[in-house]
């Protein structure tokens, strides 16, 4: 069995692109940065089985990369200063060849910075913020191996570009830490902002209660909301909207699900408590977007593998730890991606300190990694498909994919269980006007509706110079006041869009 599973590996790994007639040995520094803390879905203890997997993978056989020595040490990050303390204290001994990590924004930038000032190329399944995405100077040698906050955005402005959606509320938690949840807004905020209306309406669930009265009025003025924060922040939301009727095809709810973690919001709205059943019914108007997931039959090897590592480490304070997710495939992927550029720049004269050209070769390819095709763009961030899912079983409150969004594609894939009836508004903000008594005191129809044009072709014939000249000027007016409440509402978002290119991170 273990000589199948080889074989399979060894087949696989030789139709990788990038293939060339030889081998080439070389011995690689690698430096993991990751936090020890298990509480993280990229600690160490879950992510190094899927690393030592790729290392085990590049050597089978005598393939390709077998010549490739990767030494692999991990350092705690903390997602904090700990990474770029690690990093210089690593680097006083020896610089490393690679860096892969950190995940969290704040252990990144500094990190990212320092590594592209030193030409050493950095691969992470984090690093998602927007501020990541200019890669000019700054962040020069990051490669993201995991699809972005903005790539996920992009599944966003498809559906208002296809259902004719206006405006949206963003509601996130913020937990003034690592602002996972602001930083995902902040990706639906950027790529919406140009054709589209956005609010923005930021929580802090551990220090505040949630004002949800407060909630609906800005949900009333919305056609599209979009949220971001913990399940039970959504469930109270999803609960307060129902009661107010707007659940009923008036208004379209999201939950951003990206890693399946409660941090996110998992979508259940079963609590065991009397408000159960009206909350299934609550959840019924709620999508919820998430990575779509694709498995080759390599996969099940791999998942069951680290699955094996993990258990028999016997990793305390982690229950969930053996739960394989996009961390431990992305960074299992990006040993891959390093081994194919690295082998193509050796084959084509460079040496593994060609950091940028290295990075470079990372970047704007295809290659298979272990759940499915990988496709990097030109700037060196991974296209990202994403599934909307949505209660298809009422009765039930089960969810199931109704469509797809393809990122290389641009494209949606419809499925099944798609109904455009739940994605289509219903009579939204279309004012009810009350049928008005007849009052002409026994005058004649004719009459009336002779006295009411007469009147109204006089005071347009009075009226009409004074609102030609003033049309202008009213509309600059308008769109002023407009544009100074958007500012308001925004100016929180905007200032933190700023510091997510972390210029004094």
Known sequence: MQYFISLCLYLWLGLLPGRTSAAVNEDIEVLVMLPKNNSYMFSIARVAPAIEYAKQGLKIGGGLYSGLNFNVRYEDSDCGNDALFSLVDRSCEKKPDLVLGPVCEYAAAPVVRMASHWNIPVISAGALASG????????????????????????????????????????????????????????????????????????????????TDDIIKYIY??????????????????????????????????????FNSTSYGNGSWKRGDKYDSEARQAYSALNMVTLLRTVKPEFENFSLEVKRSIQKAGIPDCDDCDNINMFMEGFHDALLLYALALHEAIRNGLTKKDGAEITYRMWNRTFQGIAGQVSMDFNGDRYGDFSVMSMTNTKAGTYETVCNYHGVKESFQMLPGFNPDHFTLRGLHRASHTDLPDKSCGLGVSAVTGIIVGALLGTALLMAFYFIRKNYRITIQRRTAREECDIGKHRQLREDSIRSNFSAA
């Not at 995405?133 to 020069?140: A, F, G, L, M, R």
């Not at 909301?225 to 659940?247: F, K, P, Q, S």
């Open 132 to 211: 990541f995405s200019d890669k000019e100077k700054e962040y020069s040698h990051l490669t993201r191996i995991s699809p972005s906050y903005l790539k996920m955005a992009e599944t966003f402005l498809a559906m208002f570009r296809h259902f004719n959606w206006k405006d949206a509320l963003l509601i996130f938690d913020e937990d003034k830490q690592e602002r996972n949840c602001y930083f995902t807004m902040e990706g639906v905020h950027v790529k919406l902002m140009d054709e589209y209306q956005t609010v923005t309406y930021a929580i802090n669930s551990k220090e505040e209660r949630l004002n």
């Open 221 to 258: 003025e919305s056609e599209v909301v979009i949220m971001c924060a913990g399940a039970d922040v959504v469930r109270e939301i999803m609960l307060a909207a129902h009661r107010r009727r707007l659940t009923n095809g008036s208004y379209i709810f999201f939950n951003i699900e990206l």
